[in-house]
């Protein structure tokens, strides 16, 4: 079931909207996600006082759909770029929110590092601030670099209507925070205990080998413990909370709380040493598919919505905010009647994700279940249909194919159908996983094919 977009929804005076996306960051890692560590204050007070969706999904991972898909309000079967570092430009044809807002009125501007892909991240920005590019890798320019430039850059244009985006790269590897967070969260006795095992087989995940050997190289000690890398994680999103929250006390300070849309989401997650993933985000479990998403805006009484939402309905309920009909090319759903509370109704009956990066797969996720589909093998040897009950186990750790093969027929069946739609309509003779390909994962492949008996590298 999915209720398409009310079009006759109250429309609101959110003059400027602040999208702020956390690269990496879990929903379940946050303080008002319910985490048991102080990960989040300025998030969590920011929470408080707008609305929270607790069941928030990335419609594909990793960066590059996720995000196209955020600017989009299409799922990526529809624009295509089904994976980071794919082959596919943006179509020009796709609707794009920062160019619809910049046709109406709006001055717009990102401080991003996307532009540099030739994919079309730029378009539809007056303004693209990439501060990262004196950077040898981008993605080490912490929330004080990108502060450096989106906070004057708010303050230089107060007086007109602006969507502002400001991506922030903390939580992704390398978690190294400055040496105050370092310690803030382990709980651990020793970090380099010899006795702890929780990070064997780390040097066979397919960037293992390579971690050992740069970034784990400037911690302390050779680190066996897993919970310290996870510790730092979390270090690094106390972190980003930080300059996050200074970014929106500024907005306030500058009096323009009551006149604008403040978004905060992440694009996926990140698992930490389950599944044999160690630290990365591959995998349609929910640690990387579950993301964060918060509207504040003085319109919105404070909620948590329990509603199955997804990165694909935040354009359309951007443009709805601010007073833009969506175009009828985008998918998503325009949430505002649910923010408002002016409708209590389920959106969806389940969400349908992809990746085809490190892995080729399709999953479905209702609000009890996920079934998982591989279009090929992976790096992990994972089996090629995984079925998990989210209530009983929602760390996605028992595989229950068989047990509850009825289960798995009716997933399968909806799948099937949502995905033979899309391809009817967007006129695919092929399974998009499969006529794009893996990219990130190509070599492994490649090697594999050469000798399938190679151990992973």
């Known amino acids: 079931m999915i209720v398409p977009p009310n079009t006759q929804a109250k429309v609101f005076s959110a003059v400027n909207v602040l999208m702020i996306v956390i690269d990496t960051l879990r929903a379940d890692h946050l303080g008002c996600y319910g985490y048991r560590r102080a990960t989040s204050p300025h998030i969590d007070t920011i929470a408080a006082s707008g609305v929270l969706c607790e069941s928030a999904f990335s419609t594909a991972i990793p960066t590059h759909p996720a995000f196209t898909t955020m600017y989009t309000g299409q799922y990526s079967i529809t624009h295509g770029v089904v994976a980071h570092g794919g082959k596919r430009e943006i179509p020009r044809t796709m609707p794009w929110l920062p160019e619809i807002l910049n046709k109406n009125g709006y001055t717009t501007c990102a401080v991003d590092n996307l532009g540099d892909f030739r994919l079309g991240f730029d378009r539809g920005y007056e303004f693209y601030i990439d501060p990262t590019r004196k950077r040898v890798l981008n993605i080490n320019a912490d929330n004080r670099e990108i502060n450096a430039r989106a906070i004057p850059w708010l303050q230089q244009h107060t007086a007109e209507k602006f969507f502002l985006l400001v991506h922030y790269w903390d939580p992704h590897t390398p978690y190294l925070p400055p040496r105050a967070y370092r310690e803030l969260f382990y709980e651990g006795a020793d970090p380099c205990d010899p006795n702890n095992h929780s990070l064997d087989g780390m040097e066979r995940h397919p960037l293992g080998k390579m971690w050992r050997e740069t970034w784990f190289s400037q911690l302390k000690g050779h680190v066996t413990d897993a919970e310290y890398i996870t ?11 930080e300059g996050l929250g200074q970014l929106v006390d500024t907005l306030d300070g500058l009096g323009l709380a009551d006149d604008t849309l403040v978004i905060i989401t992440g694009d996926h997650g990140e698992l930490m040493y389950h599944h044999g993933i160690f630290f990365d985000h591959h995998g349609l479990y929910d640690g990387n598919i579950h993301v964060p998403l918060l509207f504040r805006h003085p319109s919105l009484p404070p909620a948590r ?3 199955m939402v997804a990165h694909v309905d935040i354009a359309p309920t951007v443009l709805g905010f601010c007073g833009i009909v969506p175009p009828e090319t985008m998918e998503g759903l325009d949430l505002r009647p649910l923010l408002t509370g002016e409708s209590k109704a389920a959106l969806r009956d389940f969400v349908v994700t992809q990746e085809c990066t490190w892995q080729m797969k399709w999953a479905i996720r209702t609000g009890t279940h996920k079934l998982i589909c591989a279009r090929d093998e992976d790096f992990y040897g994972t ?48 399974d998009p996983l499969r006529a794009h390909g893996l990219t990130l994962g190509r070599r492994w492949k490649e090697e594999r094919a050469q000798d399938p008996h190679q151990e992973p590298k």
């Open 231 to 241: 510790a730092l994680y979390d270090g690094e999103i106390r972190y980003c909370d």
């Open 305 to 307: 919505l329990p509603h």
């Open 383 to 430: 089996p090629p249909r995984e079925l998990y009950d989210l209530a009983s186990d929602p760390d996605e750790r028992h595989n229950i194919m068989d047990e509850e093969p009825r289960t798995a027929q009716v997933l399968q069946e909806q799948l099937d159908a949502w995905l033979s739609d899309k391809m009817q309509r967007n006129a695919l003779a092929d």
